[in-house]
C-alpha cells in the first residue's frame, strides 16, 4: 500500500509506550504499526518522529472569537465581571462583520499553530450586534475548514428574557445553521426561565447546550441544580456542558462531592477557564486572595466529564493568550496542586479525548480509519507533555499539513547546525523528517 504520509517511530497519547508509525492515506489513517520499515519505503512524504508524543489534536470547548483582541479599545479600570461585561458591550456597539472577522482570523491562526483541530465558539446574539458576529465566525468556519472544525454556539451574552428582540435573533442563528446553544442566567431577571428558553430551543433545532454558569464565590446559591433538573426533565443528558462554574471552587469536600454526583447523574459536563476565572475571581480580597478555578481533576474522580479551555483572548476579561492549551492545561496543573504523573496526564486528557466527549465528536481519535487530525509534541510522555509546556511541531487536519516549526536546538560552539540554509538547518519537519 503507498501512503501520503508516514509518522514514523511516535508514541501515541493514551497509548502503550511503544514505539509505532502510522501510514495516512486519502486523509484518514489507513494502518498503524510498530514496524517502522514497512511503511517508510512506501510513502510520499516520511516524517521520522523519534519518539515524540502524538495527539488526536487539539479541542477547545470554549473561546469567543467574536469578541477577541480588543484589549486596546476597552476601558476598563476595576476588572470586576459587571464592569467587564459593560465594557465589553459598549465596544461591541462599534463591531462591524469584518473587523469581527479579522480578529476572529488573528485568533484562529494562533489556534491552529499550538494544535488545535476542534473549536467550539461562542457567538454573542443580541438586538445590539444582531447577527454581525454569527456570519463573521460563519465565515472563518467556512475559510479554515482546511485547518480546523469550528462549532457555533450561539448565545445571550447581556440576558434574554429581559432584552426585548434577542430570542427572535437566536431563532433565526438556529434556524441557520448553529451548532449549539448557550446561555447566561446569572445577568437575566429571570434565571430559571432563561434556562428553560434554552432548553426548549435546544430541543426544538436537536442541539447541544453550553451554558456560562454560576460564575463568582458565593457558594449559598447555584444554578446548577436547576440546569442538572432541566437536562433531566428533557432527557438531554450527555449534551450539556457548563462553563466556568467558579462557585464550585467554593464548596467544601461534602458538598462538592455532593454537587459531583449531580451532575455525572444528569450527564452534565464541566468546562474550566483557568486564565479567565483566576483573572476576575477574587477581586474583593485584599489578601489570601481565592483562584476561583473549579477541581476539574476532583469532579474527574467522581466520574463528570471535564475540559480546560481557553475562554477569552486579549481582552477585558483575560487580557492576555495565546490559544495554546497546552499552557491552559499547565497553569490549571499549577493552580490545582497537580503534579503526580497520572493527574499530570489527566490535564492532558482535558484538553484533548475529554472535550471531544463532552462536544459529542465522531471520528476523534488515533485509530486506523478515523481522520488523520494528528499533532506530534516535542515530548515523549502525555505528563511530560503539561510538566514541560511541550510544543507543538507539527498538525495534521484531514491528512493534509496544517503547520509545522522547528524544534529548538541549541548551537554549541563549532556546530554545524547554522551553515548553508542559516536557521531552517537547525531541526525542522522536511521530507526527511524532525531533525
Aim: hydrophobic share 40%; charged share 25%.
Amino acid at each position: 500500500m503507498f501512503f501520503d504520509y508516514v509518522l514514523r517511530s511516535g508514541r501515541i497519547a493514551g497509548g502503550t509506550p511503544d514505539l509505532v508509525s502510522i501510514g495516512i492515506r486519502d486523509g484518514r489513517i489507513a494502518v498503524i504499526s510498530p514496524d517502522a520499515s514497512m511503511m517508510a519505503r512506501d510513502s510520499a512524504h516520511d516524517i521520522a518522529l523519534d519518539g515524540r508524543l502524538l495527539v488526536p489534536g487539539f479541542v477547545e470547548t470554549h473561546i469567543h472569537l467574536d469578541k477577541s483582541c480588543i484589549s486596546d479599545r476597552c476601558t476598563c479600570h476595576t476588572s470586576k465581571l459587571k464592569d467587564v461585561i459593560a465594557a465589553v458591550a459598549s465596544a461591541k456597539q462599534s463591531f462591524t462583520e469584518d473587523d469581527i472577522y479579522a480578529r476572529g482570523r488573528r485568533t484562529l491562526e494562533k489556534a491552529i499553530v499550538q494544535g488545535t483541530t476542534r473549536m467550539r465558539t461562542h457567538v454573542e446574539v443580541d438586538p445590539r450586534i444582531g447577527l454581525k458576529g454569527f456570519n463573521a465566525v460563519g465565515r472563518l468556519k467556512r475559510d479554515f475548514a482546511w485547518a480546523i472544525d469550528i462549532e457555533l454556539c450561539v448565545f445571550p451574552q447581556e440576558g434574554l428574557l429581559n432584552d426585548p428582540g434577542c430570542d427572535e435573533l437566536l431563532v433565526e442563528a438556529c434556524e441557520n445553521g448553529a451548532g449549539s446553544i448557550g446561555g447566561v442566567p446569572y445577568v437575566d431577571t429571570d434565571p430559571n426561565g432563561q434556562i428553560a428558553r434554552i432548553f426548549e430551543l435546544a430541543k426544538r433545532y436537536d442541539l447541544d447546550v453550553d451554558f456560562h454558569l454560576d460564575f463568582d464565590l458565593d457558594p449559598s446559591w447555584m444554578h446548577l441544580d436547576e440546569v442538572c433538573r432541566q437536562t433531566d426533565a428533557r432527557g438531554w443528558g450527555g449534551r450539556v456542558a457548563i462553563g466556568h462554574v467558579s462557585k464550585l471552587s467554593a464548596l467544601d469536600e461534602p458538598s462538592l462531592k455532593a454537587a459531583a454526583a449531580r451532575l455525572s447523574d444528569a450527564g452534565v459536563a464541566v468546562t474550566v477557564l483557568p486564565a479567565t476565572d483566576l483573572y476576575l475571581m477574587g477581586r474583593d480580597a485584599s489578601h489570601l486572595v481565592p483562584r476561583g478555578v473549579a477541581p476539574a481533576h476532583r469532579l474527574l474522580e467522581w466520574g463528570v466529564t471535564c475540559s480546560l479551555s481557553t475562554n477569552n483572548v486579549l481582552n477585558p476579561f483575560t487580557p492576555f493568550g495565546d490559544c495554546s492549551l497546552v499552557r491552559m492545561a499547565n497553569l490549571y496543573a499549577n493552580v490545582a496542586h497537580v503534579g503526580q504523573p497520572t493527574d499530570l496526564a489527566a490535564c492532558l486528557d482535558m484538553v484533548t479525548r475529554l472535550p471531544a466527549k463532552l462536544m459529542n465528536l465522531k471520528d476523534y481519535g488515533i485509530v486506523v480509519g478515523n481522520v488523520a487530525d494528528i499533532v506530534a509534541l516535542d515530548c515523549a510522555s502525555p505528563e511530560a507533555a503539561i510538566a514541560e509546556l511541550a510544543q507543538p511541531l507539527l498538525g495534521m487536519k484531514n491528512g493534509r499539513m496544517s503547520f509545522s516549526r522547528d524544534a529548538a536546538v541549541v548551537n554549541w560552539p563549532g556546530s554545524d547546525a547554522i551553515q548553508d540554509d542559516g536557521y531552517r538547518n537547525a531541526g525542522m519537519v522536511s521530507k526527511s523528517g524532525l531533525a
